[in-house]
């Protein structure tokens, strides 16, 4: 809408002087003193003490976990390392550690200490004569505080 803005600029009037320069001459609007002391009134009548608001706790709250997390990785290294309070899981490739940790908070309700990421190259695979690849993947291990504990299998 700026484009209509330009439209209602008034434009300076321009004065030629004897010397045959033009000056710019401003046109300058009128202003009632008698508008700007009824406003003052209102202003110092409306006077208000000022609110005082208190601050929300911060939720740390991640809607979109399940484009982070993919699967809890279970594999022998993985129910040795749950005696130390570090958990693997499976991540998509674009995923960061900050993200992950969010996701992990979110989903388990616990504290997350530190997350390490891994990123599992592909590797050529054979069958009979047919070559292929098997896809590569992201893992993190998540350390959590001691005392709290993930239930990855049900018992």
Do not use: C
């Amino acid at each position: 809408m700026k484009l209509f803005d330009f439209f209602k600029k008034k434009k300076p009037a321009f004065v030629k002087t004897t010397a045959g320069k033009e000056k710019k001459k401003e046109v300058k609007e009128k202003v009632k003193p008698k508008e700007e002391k009824k406003e003052v009134k209102v202003k110092k009548e409306a006077k208000k003490p000022p609110k005082v608001s208190v601050p929300k706790p911060k939720e740390k709250k991640i809607d979109l976990a399940w484009k982070i997390l993919e699967k809890p990785h279970i594999s022998e290294k993985a129910t040795d390392l749950t005696k130390q309070n570090k958990y693997i899981f499976r991540v998509f490739p674009k995923s960061n550690k900050n993200q992950i940790k969010k996701a992990v908070e979110d989903i388990y309700k616990i504290d997350v200490l530190d997350v390490k990421i891994i990123k599992i190259p592909r590797k050529k695979k054979m069958r009979g004569r047919v070559s292929g690849w098997k896809k590569g993947y992201k893992k993190a291990i998540v350390k959590i505080k001691e005392g709290q504990k993930i239930e990855l299998l049900p018992r």
